[in-house]
């Protein structure tokens, strides 16, 4: 609201949205209140009825006083429970609409469920996991389809890195593999077992992500790290965040690992809270662990610094690693050049750059960009 400067616009729409509540409320207690009023005039016309008759009849002798006193208390305790018929109706109306939208909450099918005698991922197993796509197809739309026959395999431990254009359909691949969609066509397996085959939870369990959009609670920053596995003691939090070169920061913080971050992280930096979420990745201690653009929000120094500690904590584990920048994937054992939903180029990267092809050209004009900075830099 601040960049575009629509606070006046924004308080506009929280009156209206104001004014709208206020006629519903209003109506409603006017409604509530015409029907007390109602019902008190009727029930009071009939208790002066009743009474009346009950009069005539002790003054003919028919009643005796007691009676009369009998009739007047079983009208009583008649009526007054008849007051709160309103209320009681509007909470009762209430109530029906709240079940109401709950059993509708509840019919919605699970999209992504368990498939019955679904197994957890073995965990005995030592070592990462191998991933292998074999022809999956996928699209979030069944008119539209993102992946088309995408094939490849990560063995135990190795690097593979998918490039590619915006749009590609790259960071779909993780999403696939953490098992938030299903494919439409083509298996996506681990250790040889098909991902739906798998209880999600397990399989979730042995992946880390870093993500490219990074997404904090407004809570502590050890609370942050030690997302990534709760329970984690201090000493293991803070060696987490040494790893990912944020201990130093942290420590220079007047409330340390209690500095509150502020709602999605709003009191930190890109960089920071890529780093942090680097830490919480670390913490997981992951058999499979993917990198979306990991190291997007950093500088070049500080890129080179978290490149080591991330090469260190991919060691042993397979890894996929999801980029634009392409001096972060150049050590990798096999690049996936991704364009429009295809592998168009697969290799590692000097092959790719003796091909003179489409990651060639992306790694000239990537150079061209970066010697375009370090010019304007130097000139500053």
């Known amino acids: 609201m601040k960049y575009f400067g629509n606070e006046a616009h924004e308080a506009r729409r929280f ?45 003919s002798g028919r009643m005796t006083v007691g009676k009369f006193v009998l009739v007047n208390t079983y009208l009583m305790q008649l009526y007054q429970p008849l007051n709160f018929l309103g209320f009681v109706y509007a909470s009762i109306k209430q109530g029906m609409v709240d079940m109401e939208q709950m059993f509708r909450l509840l019919s919605v099918a699970e999209e992504i469920a368990d498939a019955p005698g679904a197994l957890p991922l073995s965990s005995g ?25 995408i094939s490849f395999t990560a063995g135990a431990g190795a690097k593979v890195a998918i490039v590619g254009p915006t749009g590609a359909g790259k960071s779909t691949i993780s999403r696939l593999l953490f098992r938030f969609y299903d494919v439409t066509g083509g298996r996506v397996l681990i250790d040889g077992r ?71 992280g709003l009191k930190l930096s890109g960089g920071e809270k890529q780093r942090v979420a680097i830490a919480r990745t670390i913490l997981k201690d992951p058999r499979i662990l993917i990198l979306d653009e990991a190291t997007s929000a950093l500088d070049t120094r500080t890129e080179q610094e978290i490149g080591t500690a991330l090469r260190n904590v991919a060691a042993n584990r397979t890894t996929l690693v999801i980029a634009h920048r392409l001096s972060t994937v150049i050590d990798s ?30 790694w000239l004009r990537q150079a061209e960009q970066e010697t375009v900075a370090g010019e304007i830099e130097t000139a500053a």
């Open 125 to 149: 197993v030592a070592g990462p996991g191998s991933v292998v796509f074999e022809d999956v197809r996928f699209g979030y739309r069944s008119d539209r389809e993102i992946l088309h026959g």
């Open 194 to 264: 098909d991902v739906r085959e798998i209880t999600q939870d397990s399989l979730r369990a042995a992946i880390g992500v870093v993500p490219q959009d990074t997404v904090l609670f407004n809570d502590t920053i050890r609370y942050n790290i030690a997302y990534g596995r709760v329970g984690a003691t201090q000493a293991e939090v803070e060696q987490a965040a040494r790893q990912a070169q944020v201990h130093d920061f942290v420590a220079r913080l007047p409330d340390g690992y209690d500095t509150m971050v502020g709602e999605r």
């Open 15 to 59: 009156d209206d949205a104001n004014a709208r509540y206020e006629r519903a409320a209003v109506k409603t207690q006017v409604t509530l209140n015409m029907l007390n009023i109602g019902q008190a005039i009727i029930i009071a016309g009939g208790l002066t009825l009743i009474m009346l008759m009950a009069a005539q009849g002790v003054q």
């Open 333 to 362: 054992d096999e690049i996936l050049v991704l364009v429009d939903g295809q592998i168009a180029e697969r290799g590692t990267h000097a092959r790719l750059l003796e091909r003179a092809g489409v990651y060639a050209d992306m």
